[in-house]
């Protein structure tokens, strides 16, 4: 799985490290969806450590499309729900 | 519903087609992909520039805030040399109030170093992609033009145009931080340039240094009295009140 962290590039995650990080991503979810700053907080520097130490950095040059894009390190909830309304438009 | 890394994926993917609609066909679309990317490492350069003048405008304003609290720890001490317990808890209430605002000032400070990396990362990447991408898309062209083959332009087009949608939203989130940060960094600097900065904490221009000299130059006239009753009780005076008590006595 090709994996992009925004503002910093693409990583390729081995299979079996998938479902660690979708776990972490639906704690990610549920924090989004209750409004819970400090748990949204938590579960997206998890993330972002997560790709990083299981996935392995693709080169700049190296253009794919990805299939998990990850919030930029250091987002707010706040941030990323405006991001997620873009959605519908 | 769904989680946020395939939710963000859609909308990426969304904001790259949307890029490339007015494209006619895959040709084309090769050299607006080209174009954009090209429009964008520009933007993303000026961005840069501008996340970098806001960081050093910080770090000049942290430095002078600095300076203001190491006056206040001085005066305060001044005011306890001289007994005035109040006027040093004055002083140190307003260095406490600029701490405050210095820590707050190290956050954002954070938070612009952190802009920065993302646009440094971020020009990197474009610049080499622009590079890459020159190449291919040359290629790709030219076996469109002699077969119609479009497999590959299908796939080089949408990795390019997902990192340029990636591009455009970490630009538009650094200039939402830059446009914050400068509006902030304006108000602070018409703080300090005015001088009211001891005035918006309270009390006039310096007036803990107005007390202070005013305290000093008190002592020194308490000083002067005390030598003045001294040659006064030394009897080196005119004895106006000594002729008084003299006819006081007098009656008896």
Request: aromatic fraction near 2%.
């Amino acid at each position: 799985m090709i994996v992009r962290i925004l503002g910093e590039g693409l990583y390729e995650l081995p299979d079996p490290d998938l479902p660690v990080v979708e776990e972490i991503d639906d704690v990610l979810m549920d924090a989004v969806d209750r409004g819970d700053e400090a748990a949204f907080t938590g579960a997206l520097a998890d993330l972002i450590g997560e790709v990083r130490h299981s996935g392995t950095r693709l080169a700049h040059d190296d253009v794919r499309s990805s299939g998990m894009v990850v919030p930029h390190e250091g987002s707010s909830l706040a941030e990323v729900k405006a991001l997620l309304a873009e959605e519908g438009g | 519903m769904g989680s946020v890394t395939k939710r963000l994926s859609g909308i990426l993917q969304a904001k790259a087609n949307k890029a490339l609609d007015k494209a006619e066909n895959p040709a084309d679309m090769l050299d607006l992909s080209y174009e954009k990317q090209q429009e964008n490492l520009q933007k993303v350069r000026r961005a840069l520039a501008d996340v970098t003048t806001a960081k050093k405008r910080l770090e000049l304003q942290a430095a002078q805030l600095q300076d203001q609290t190491d006056k206040l720890q001085d005066q305060a001490k001044q005011a306890l040399a001289q007994n005035n317990e109040d006027l040093a808890r004055e002083a140190l209430s307003r260095r406490a109030t600029l701490a405050q605002q210095l820590q707050d000032m190290g956050t954002q400070h954070d938070q612009v170093a952190k802009q920065q990396q993302q646009l440094e990362a971020t020009e990197q990447r474009l610049s080499a992609e622009i590079e890459q991408f020159r190449t291919k898309k040359e290629t790709l062209k030219a076996s469109y033009v002699a077969s119609k083959a479009e497999s590959g332009i299908g796939e080089a087009v949408s990795g390019i145009s997902e990192s340029m949608a990636d591009a455009g939203v970490t630009l538009q989130r650094a200039q939402d931080k830059i446009a914050d940060m400068q509006a902030r960094a304006g108000a602070m600097d018409e703080l300090i340039d005015s001088g009211a900065l001891p005035d918006a904490l309270g009390g006039g221009k310096d007036d803990i240094q107005a007390q202070l000299d005013a305290a000093s130059s008190s002592s020194q006239v308490d000083a002067e009295l005390a030598a003045l009753k001294a040659q006064v009780a030394a009897g080196s005076l005119p004895s106006g009140s000594a002729s008084a008590g003299a006819d006081d006595q007098e009656p008896k």
